[in-house]
């Protein structure tokens, strides 16, 4: 495995906000969606400072991987933050979401007065192709289109019966999470109450399993140590530096905060707070504020480390893309 997953191909959608811009200079209308985004995850993380829980701290049997209701595909990235974000602070348990033509053109109607998510993809020039991506990393001199679109979630419709899911038994869930990491081939050692990625050595420090309260402790911590474990060149090459300069740490925690989410979200597996992650969120704060873009080169990143980690390990990315 030499690198990260590349965008993919998504179908016509309804649009409801555009922007052109190119990497560095951006052209908006008043409803600058870079803008919108970032305004909502932090104030998401400013409400969950007292309990260190933020908006990829994903619980509740429906809400792990955000899906559009009528083409299955999963939401990526930047719109994963935002629909978990969303269903978190509303208390959705249901992970399907949809456009306000797509509900009606299933049958149902969303109710007077609920509320729509934005939602964001790119589409870059000389090609006929949408993305959840934003393009970071393909180059400086295309030229970008952003657009945002509205969607609401399964549980804002009347008139819609949703599919019942299977219920995977948490001891199945465990035994697949085993067996991912295991795949993955990381060098894994355990013993010491600090869990940490050394460089250095290029291995990943976990305490022993018996040490966390909870099983999903332990696999949130893994997954996040794993995303850390993805930055080498050999791997994802995630160099922070020249993008975020003195702040390159935070960010790569941040990224290794929503690789565990997005990873654990494949698994099927909750993600847990972690006290020690309180130093950073001063740090987040402070980047997000000063850079409406940061996330979404966050969230880009973090997608990227798990899509690697996910083919690493010989499974299904599901990066097949989903029409808003």
Not at 248 to 256: F, G, Q, S, T, V
Request: aromatic letters at 10%; charged letters at 20%; glycine letters at 8%.
């Amino acid at each position: 495995m030499t690198g990260c997953s590349p965008p993919r191909s998504l179908n016509k959608r309804e649009r409801v906000t555009f922007t052109m811009s190119t990497i560095d200079h951006t052209a908006t209308d008043k409803r600058d969606v870079y803008a919108r985004v970032t305004a909502q995850i932090i104030n998401a993380i400013e409400q969950g400072v007292g309990t260190w829980r933020m908006p990829w701290h994903t619980s509740g049997r429906y809400a792990f991987s955000p899906i559009n209701a009528t083409s299955k595909k999963p939401y990526r990235g930047i719109n994963t933050v935002c629909l978990w974000t969303a269903a978190q602070a509303k208390g959705y348990e249901r992970g399907e979401w949809a456009t306000y033509q797509q509900w009606q053109d299933k049958g149902a109607q969303v109710r007077k007065g609920e509320k729509a998510t934005l939602v964001v993809f790119w589409k870059f020039a000389n090609d006929s192709r949408e993305s959840q991506e934003d393009g970071a990393d393909l180059g400086r001199s295309r030229l970008l289109f952003t657009r945002g679109y509205n969607v609401f979630n399964a549980a804002q419709v009347d008139g819609y019966t949703p599919s019942v899911d299977a219920d995977v038994p948490m001891p199945e869930r465990i035994a697949h999470a085993d067996t991912f990491f295991a795949a993955i081939g990381a060098n894994i050692r355990h013993g010491g109450n600090q869990a940490f990625y050394s460089p250095a050595s290029d291995h990943i420090q976990m305490p022993p399993f018996q040490a966390f309260a909870e099983n999903v402790g332990y696999y949130s911590t893994l997954a996040h140590e794993h995303t850390h474990w993805t930055a080498p060149t050999a791997r994802c090459d995630r160099q922070l530096g020249k993008r975020f300069g003195d702040n390159a740490y935070a960010a790569e925690e941040l990224i290794a905060e929503l690789g565990a989410g997005f990873t654990c979200a494949h698994l099927g597996l909750s993600t847990e707070p972690r006290e020690d992650h309180a130093q950073y969120l001063a740090s987040w704060l402070r980047v997000l504020k000063a850079d409406s873009k940061a996330i979404f080169t966050a969230a880009s990143k973090a997608q990227q480390a798990t899509d690697w980690m996910i083919a690493r390990a010989g499974e299904s990315t599901r990066v097949a893309e989903v029409a808003a």
